[in-house]
């Protein structure tokens, strides 16, 4: 008797769970197709068309070529990005305020002269070197964003003097040398030759990469759910982490296979998970978003303009300047060409075709990284499979076309939804 007791009591204990789990899952598997249905026809497409491209790009040429997908070549395309990714992440900044910084590609060779000509032909030591460097890209922009900031004269005509200024002030460094060649074996050479080999480096990124998002989730759910704001649910945010977890877990699998976890992808994606911090947990990341809603708004709001658009020009200085080390970095040398040729284009492309919108006010730091991702994956497979330069360039214009077509759309969705 007390047996059937028990076993009575274990079923209305345990039974009656199992529906109410299925609806709960039920209940958020028909929120969520709800609220895409929604995001879709109101034109807030996110990431989505950028990742269907990724997806598409690599599959061509997984196609194509079966080694564009191997170990090898993925790390490589890994270390590839973070020099113009870095570029692409000021350039973001830039395009949040509804403006565009036409002298990142200058400013990043500058900095790699400044570098060179102190470490090599003056033997500063090298870490003084890359601060003096880093140090100049944040003065140039500094520069750059109070003159744009007090002269109200817009920002590409500034930063567009700007670029034949500083082009011309790294001709005049590097001298008639033309060329410096940089240690192989120096700090500054390191940062995109060096890698963790040992497994669990890139298995605990991908870790803490997904604890952090679940904890930063949690808390951003906890908070709106104490005013009475809505917010996704426990289990939305369980199912969003783990998906970033297997993902993040995927590429540690496929790095680890080849040498580990580069130094060059940790320090891209710190600085790119620090600088989305920035703009989206803190007050000055509001005022940066305030102001690509409106200048004329955002004065008679009372934000101090001129100072958010001088830091904002000076954190575009600041990243060309890392980005055009990290370029030397990987071809260990330094010439006139630096920062020249299509680098100006990539970046601006990367962070459009990622998701910043031209018009200013939508976009984040990890618009840079897929739109990146984007390019060199198309670079990469064009390599791999021996396909003329000049289709490169065609075809990296036809997805940064139709990037600046989808964002006019998606605006004009949202204007028409009362969203824009």
């Known amino acids: ?114 570098f060179a000509v102190l470490n090599v032909n003056n033997g500063v030591p090298e870490w003084l070197a890359v601060i003096v460097a880093v140090l100049a890209g944040t003065a140039v922009g500094a520069v750059q964003g109070f003159s744009f900031a007090r002269t109200r004269v817009p920002a590409f005509v500034v930063t567009l003097a700007g670029l034949l200024t500083w082009n011309g002030l790294m001709l005049y460094i590097l001298g008639t040398s033309g060329t410096i060649n940089i240690d192989e074996d120096g700090l500054l050479a390191k940062l995109t030759t060096y890698y963790f080999t040992n497994d669990a480096a890139a298995y605990g990124l991908a870790a803490i990469g997904a604890a952090l998002v679940f904890l930063v989730s949690y808390q951003d759910m906890r908070r709106r759910e104490t005013v009475g704001m809505p917010h996704r649910s426990l289990l939305q945010i369980g199912v969003r982490a783990g998906a970033l977890a297997v993902v993040a877990f995927a590429a540690a699998y496929v790095l680890n296979q080849f040498q580990g976890l580069p130094l060059a992808l940790l320090i891209f994606l710190v600085v790119v998970a620090g600088l989305d911090i920035v703009l989206r947990r803190t007050h000055y990341g509001r005022q940066v978003y305030a102001l690509g809603g409106g200048v004329e708004a955002a004065r008679r709001a009372s934000l101090r303009v001129v100072r958010v658009q001088t830091a904002v020009l000076a954190i575009s200085g600041t990243m060309a300047a890392i980005g055009g080390l990290f370029l030397a970095s990987r071809i260990t040398s330094v010439s006139q060409a630096s920062g020249s040729g299509v680098l100006l284009l990539n970046a601006i492309a990367a962070a459009v075709i990622g998701g910043t919108s031209l018009f200013g006010g939508r976009g984040t730091t990890w618009s840079a990284v897929l739109g990146i991702l984007v390019i060199e994956s198309v670079a990469s497979g064009m390599a791999t499979t021996d396909t003329p330069v000049a289709l490169q360039f065609m075809i990296t214009g036809g997805v940064l076309f139709a990037a600046v077509v989808i964002d006019s759309l998606s605006r004009r969705t949202q204007e028409a939804h009362g969203r824009a």
Do not use: C, Y
């Not at 070529?65 to 395309?77: K, T």
């Open 1 to 114: 008797m007390a047996d059937k007791t028990r076993e009575g009591l274990a079923a209305s204990t345990t039974g009656p769970r199992q529906p109410q789990r299925g609806r709960a899952v039920a209940h958020a598997v028909e929120g969520w197709a709800t609220e895409f249905r929604r995001r879709l026809r109101a034109g807030e497409l996110g990431s989505l068309p950028v990742v269907m491209v990724l997806i598409a790009v690599w599959i061509t040429f997984q196609i194509l070529n079966e080694n564009f997908l191997s170990p090898r070549n993925l790390s490589n395309i890994s270390v590839d990005i973070v020099g113009t990714g870095l570029i692409a992440v000021g350039i973001v900044f830039v395009l949040l305020i509804g403006e565009i910084d036409l002298s990142v590609g200058s400013v990043s060779g500058l900095a790699a002269a400044v």
